[in-house]
């Protein structure tokens, strides 16, 4: 393909990957609304996004499936048609129960268009030679942040119907124009596809070499999951441990989070100069390490602007190990190798929250919150473990 389709390629798929991030945080602002319309308890609300988790969970490995039988450009197509779509559908239900069924299909196609987006980008860096993940990957956290901004300046002013409408309305552009691009060109082939698509083997040494093929995919797996364990809670934890633990103020506690988030999208737009400086190595074990010292600062630091800092350093060390966890994942196993580690991924973000509620009440929330740092660390381990595979090109 000439190097201005890989181009258009690279800035089709960067758009899907913003799009994706878009339409998610514009869903999660409007979160206190569906919970008023439907007269939801908490615990009832609880269950009922429980159906976002599901359907991402149950989805993810059968679309490695389809991705590898019709391409990643068309699953993603298709799978963005269904997320966006399905985003203006919660203003509609009146009951928790229809509410748990519309964001089961919300969840089976955002888990789904991750992993169909996230296989096309493997192929492309696979293509290019050059360590793009990260800037996918900060695509989405920008594109997270412009809709949760948007959505919280447009909350006062439009209905959520209104507004997840009008994000449906986006998503179909967007996809229409971005899906043009990926149609036209197909997904280029690497010079040495993933091991797991060149077929089966009936040589023993290979079939066992497939096996530990597959068990590095879950090993790479578990460093998406230490980072998503991490990311989850932040996102549920941080800002009650500054006003609870430290006593800052509303305001000055909502600002926790977004130091996490800003600092791990700067740390991804800069990843691809990082990783070609240090190497994937380097960058897994240094970033893991970093995450670790920042989350020990943030969680037991005693005063809110050093718990900050520490939550700003914590972001910045994660920031990267996500993309190359997936993209070492899907160079080893293609499609289903990328399905596998996202959804040890998702389910790290799953776990994070309610483990860190459980510790928190057995322990104390500062104590609890260290298990990002532990588990950033064991990330840094699985680095250094896995260093031959993971520098391999």
């Not at 790290?348 to 260290?370: E, Q």
């Amino acid at each position: 393909m000439p190097g201005n389709g890989l181009l258009r390629l690279r800035v089709a798929i960067t758009a899907f990957f913003a799009l994706d991030g878009f339409i998610f945080a514009g869903w999660v602002v409007r979160i206190p609304d569906i919970k008023e319309q439907t007269h939801a308890s908490a615990s009832t609300l609880g269950l009922a996004l429980l159906g976002v988790s599901a359907g991402a969970v149950l989805t993810m490995t059968l679309t490695g499936s389809l991705c590898r039988r019709y391409g990643s450009h068309r699953v993603t197509i298709v799978c963005m048609t269904v997320l966006a779509l399905s985003v203006a559908l919660p203003p509609l239900t009146h009951s928790v129960t229809a509410l748990g069924l519309v964001l089961l299909l919300f969840g089976a196609a955002y888990g789904s268009v991750n992993v169909a987006f996230n296989s096309a980008a493997v192929r492309l860096v696979a293509v290019l030679g050059r360590p793009i993940m990260p800037s996918f990957h900060a695509a989405f956290s920008m594109g997270g942040m412009v809709g949760a901004g948007l959505g919280g300046l447009v909350a006062g002013a439009l209905t959520p119907t209104r507004h997840l409408f009008a994000l449906t309305v986006i998503g179909l552009l967007v996809t229409a124009v971005a899906g043009r691009a990926l149609l036209r060109h197909a997904s280029p082939e690497p010079s040495a596809p993933p091991r797991a698509e060149q077929g089966a083997s009936a040589d023993p040494a290979e079939r066992g070499a497939s096996g530990r093929r597959r068990g590095l995919v879950v090993v790479f797996g578990l460093v998406a999951l230490c980072t998503a364990y991490g990311e989850g809670a932040m996102a549920d934890w941080g800002a009650l441990h500054l006003q609870q633990d430290l006593a800052a103020s509303a305001g000055t506690a909502a600002v926790g989070y977004s130091c996490f988030a800003l600092a791990m999208t700067v740390g991804r737009l800069t990843g691809t100069t990082l990783l070609e400086r240090l190497g994937r190595t380097r960058t897994v074990v240094t970033g893991g390490a970093v995450a670790a010292l920042g989350m020990l600062v943030g969680a037991l630091a005693p005063s809110v602007w050093a718990a900050l800092l520490g939550f700003a350093v914590t972001g910045l060390g994660l920031a990267n190990l996500f993309p190359v966890a997936i993209e070492r994942a899907g160079a080893l196993a293609g499609p289903s190798g990328v399905a596998v580690a996202s959804t040890l991924g998702y389910g790290g973000m799953l776990l994070g929250p309610p483990a860190i509620g459980f510790m928190a009440d057995w322990l104390s929330l500062p104590a609890a919150l260290t298990s990002v740092a532990m588990l950033a660390g064991v990330a840094a381990m699985i680095g250094v473990t896995t260093r031959r595979v993971m520098s391999a090109a």
